[in-house]
């Protein structure tokens, strides 16, 4: 994992928006996240140096990976997207780099394509990468703060690779509802020119062929993302046990049989509301949205590396993951570490 140096405290946040340190705690459970130096650091610069850990642990070199899946909502560019940005910062040999766009989902999304590439013998080291830097995007004034004190800066990696032993990813699990895709999204610049929504962009018909980045839309500053949180609230509490019970029940278990779960970091309200449903001890759910925020496609990774690194995960322990997010999309892995 990695993670920026500049800590962003609640209280830091007052300095720009209307809110208080106690709002955001009582209701989300964040006290601080990192943001990305501006100028330094990007997403896949971040993404490379927590890509260079993961490699270095598996005892290999970045020129035996051969194939990378990078996960993100926060590209570089709109395009091309970030492996291949992470493919010429590490050197790395002509392999193919994917970028997966499933948000808050993105890195069990990743998982999901590289176990299938491992599991059918295509390749042998596969570089798994989850990386966010939303610093950059968000609505820094009180107009935007249900979004912005949310969200934080990380990457987090790791390295899959094929076993004989009786362990690894026993399954992956993944479901979408674009039915609400317009609840948690950033709509523009984009090339939807209002056909799913009225309102999205404002914007005169007869300009419509300039319409990926319009005046209007810069002076209105209709770029930043946009939630209905509670909307999120309600579906993710109901989705995320379903897809954990979804991924023990194919394998044959039951919560009490995990060890660990780690749910994306979305809100400790909502991994609350999954240990309560679940009926798990508190030390069956680990959570360090405390210190993070929200990071999207890299908080599984960062919290799995934490974890790991904290002793909470031994050899051939059960552990899930389990996220929630924009599209909607949701999914799980069960594991046997
Ligand atoms: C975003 C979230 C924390 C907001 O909490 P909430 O209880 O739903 O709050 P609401 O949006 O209903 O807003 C309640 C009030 O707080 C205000 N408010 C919103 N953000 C605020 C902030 N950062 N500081 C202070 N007040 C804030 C609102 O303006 C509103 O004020 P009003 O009652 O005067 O209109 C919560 O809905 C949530 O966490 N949802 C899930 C979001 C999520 O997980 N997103 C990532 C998906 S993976």
């Known amino acids: 994992m990695y993670v920026p140096k500049n800590v962003v405290t609640n209280q830091d946040l007052t300095n720009y928006m209307d809110t208080s340190d106690e709002w955001i705690q009582e209701r989300t459970g964040i006290k601080e996240r990192r943001y990305a130096?501006?100028?330094?650091?990007?997403?896949?610069?971040?993404?490379?140096?927590?890509?260079?850990m993961a490699i270095e642990r598996a005892g290999i070199t970045a020129a035996d990976i051969d194939f990378i899946v990078f996960a993100t909502l926060s590209p570089d560019y709109y395009f091309p997207g970030c492996g291949v940005l992470l493919q010429r910062a590490m050197q790395m040999k002509e392999i193919g780099a994917l970028d997966v766009r499933n948000q808050c989902s993105g890195f069990i999304y990743a998982l999901s394509v590289a176990d299938q590439f491992i599991k059918s013998g295509m390749y042998k080291n596969i570089l798994v990468v989850g990386s966010e830097k939303h610093s950059f995007g968000l609505d820094m004034?009180?107009?935007?703060?249900?979004?912005?004190?949310?969200?934080?800066?990380?990457?987090?990696?790791?390295?899959?690779q094929p076993t004989n032993e009786d362990r690894g990813i026993l399954s992956t699990h993944l479901h979408s509802d674009g039915h609400d895709a317009e609840v948690l999204a950033m709509y523009n610049p984009g090339s939807h020119a209002n056909y799913w929504r009225e309102g999205l962009a404002d914007f005169d018909e007869s300009t419509i062929a300039d319409m990926f980045v319009s005046k209007e839309m810069v002076e209105k500053e209709q770029f930043y993302p946009s939630m209905d949180g509670q909307a999120v609230f309600k579906k993710a509490v109901v989705k995320f046990p379903e897809v954990i019970m979804e991924a023990?029940?194919?394998?044959?278990?039951?919560?009490?049989?995990l060890k660990l779960v780690i749910p994306h970091q979305a809100n400790l309200r909502i991994s609350q509301f999954v240990q309560h449903k679940l009926k798990l001890r508190d030390d069956q759910v680990y959570n360090n949205i405390q210190r993070y925020g929200n990071t999207t496609a890299a908080s599984i990774p960062i919290a799995l590396c934490e974890a790991w690194q904290e002793g909470k995960i031994d050899k051939g322990d059960l552990v899930c993951l389990a996220a929630f997010g924009s599209g909607f999309t949701w999914a799980s892995a069960l594991l046997k570490w």
Not at 37 to 52: C, F, I, L, S, Y
Not at 141 to 160: P, Q
């Open 37 to 52: 130096d501006r100028t330094k650091e990007t997403t896949a610069t971040m993404g490379v140096e927590a890509a260079k």
């Open 141 to 160: 004034s009180t107009r935007g703060r249900n979004v912005s004190v949310i969200f934080g800066d990380g990457a987090g990696a790791v390295v899959l």
């Open 248 to 257: 023990l029940n194919q394998n044959g278990h039951s919560p009490s049989d």
